[in-house]
C-alpha cells in the first residue's frame, strides 16, 4: 500500500508512514433476535487533507501568501502543511479501528463525520473531526473502502461564523458498512 512522502521543513523530517493505506476488520456482534455476528473486511485510506490545510479564504490568504517551504504539493493539488493537523493524525489510525465504538454523523454533503474528543497540545479537550466516505471495495479481500476525506480540530472561527449546530442525527457505524456492501442509499437525516 502506497505511503505519502515524509515532509521536510528546517531540517526536521515529519514522517507520514501512519497514515499508510490499512486493513481492519469490524465485527457486528450477534443480536438477541437471532441475527448472526457479522465481519466486514475494509480497508481505509487517508487524503493529505488529515495533515495538510487549505488558505483561509475567510482571512484572505492565499498560496502564495504562504512560504513555500510549507507547500505539500501532489499530483491534485497543492496544500499548506499544517503542524497541528499533522500531531492530531497520529491518532487516526487507532480512531479508525475503533470507529464501531462511536457515534457518525452527516454532513451537508453526503460525506459522514465522526468527533472524537481529543487534548489539544495546551491540554484543553476540543473536537477532532473525522470526515469520511464509503464505497463498496474493488478488491476482492475487502468489503467497503474507507476513505478519510480530511480530519482536523474544530476552531472557534467556525462556531463565530456558523453557529454552534455541528452535527446532525447519529447513525450507527454497522448501518454504514452493510447500506455501502448491499448498495443502499444511506438517507441523510433532515
Given at each position: ?7 521536510d ?98 454532513t ?13 497540545k ?13 464505497q463498496?471495495?474493488?478488491?476482492p ?7 478519510i ?9 467556525y ?16 448501518v ?15
Amino acid at each position: 500500500m502506497k505511503a505519502f512522502p515524509k515532509f521536510d521543513y528546517q531540517g526536521i523530517e515529519y514522517d507520514l508512514t501512519h497514515l499508510t493505506a490499512f486493513s481492519c476488520d469490524y465485527i457486528q456482534p450477534a443480536k438477541s433476535d437471532g441475527t448472526a455476528e457479522k465481519r466486514y473486511r475494509c480497508i481505509i485510506e487517508f487524503s493529505t487533507h488529515c495533515f495538510t490545510r487549505g488558505e483561509n479564504k475567510r482571512k484572505g490568504e492565499k498560496l502564495s501568501d504562504i512560504e513555500s517551504a510549507l507547500h505539500y504539493v501532489t499530483a491534485k493539488e497543492t496544500r499548506i502543511f499544517c503542524f497541528e493537523r499533522y500531531q492530531v493524525s497520529k491518532m487516526l489510525p487507532q480512531i479508525m479501528r475503533e470507529i464501531s465504538r462511536n457515534k457518525c454523523y452527516f454532513t451537508s454533503a453526503d460525506d459522514k463525520f465522526l468527533t472524537i474528543s481529543v487534548t489539544d497540545k495546551n491540554g484543553k479537550k476540543v473536537d477532532y473531526e473525522i470526515y469520511f466516505s464509503l464505497q463498496r471495495a474493488k478488491s476482492p479481500k475487502h468489503d467497503v473502502h474507507i476513505y478519510i476525506n480530511s480530519a482536523y480540530i474544530r476552531d472557534g472561527d467556525y462556531k463565530e461564523n456558523h453557529g454552534t449546530k455541528v452535527r446532525r442525527k447519529p447513525v450507527g457505524f454497522f448501518v454504514l458498512l452493510h447500506n455501502t456492501l448491499v448498495n443502499k442509499r444511506i438517507k441523510r437525516p433532515k
